[in-house]
């Protein structure tokens, strides 16, 4: 059974930081593509920033600079570093673990945590 379990999320001012986790359990971490994804209320879900098995990153462009995707495999984690904060990042952050494998695609999302930030 696979668990991806968010944590980490909360609120804070403008100008603040927080630090995202994503605990995986029942996949072999470290082949899979390690994201984030987020989604705002009346918007749809987008990409924050993704790690692959080779650890290279990527990030949205609103989210560059500020935000740092990392991976921990012997702890089977996942971390959002998100720095100078703004109003506009406010959404429930998800966790995603991706793989392609001989054309399947394996797929699979946490319940997500909520991320409040105010002005």
């Known amino acids: 059974q696979v668990q991806l379990v968010e944590s980490g999320g909360g609120s804070v001012q403008a100008g603040g930081s927080l630090r995202l986790s994503c605990a995986a359990s029942g996949i072999t971490f470290s082949i899979y593509d390690m994201g984030w994804y987020r989604q705002a209320p009346g918007k749809q879900r987008e990409l924050v920033a993704r790690i692959n098995s080779a650890v290279t990153t990527n990030y949205a462009d609103s989210v560059k600079g500020r935000y740092t995707i990392s991976r921990d495999n012997a702890k089977k984690t996942v971390y959002l570093q998100m720095n100078s904060l703004k109003p506009e990042d406010t959404a429930v952050y998800y966790c995603?673990?991706?793989?392609?494998?001989?054309?399947?695609?394996?797929?699979?999302w946490g319940q997500g945590t909520q991320v409040t930030v105010s002005s």
């Open positions: 995603n673990a991706f793989r392609l494998r001989f054309g399947q695609t394996y797929e699979y």
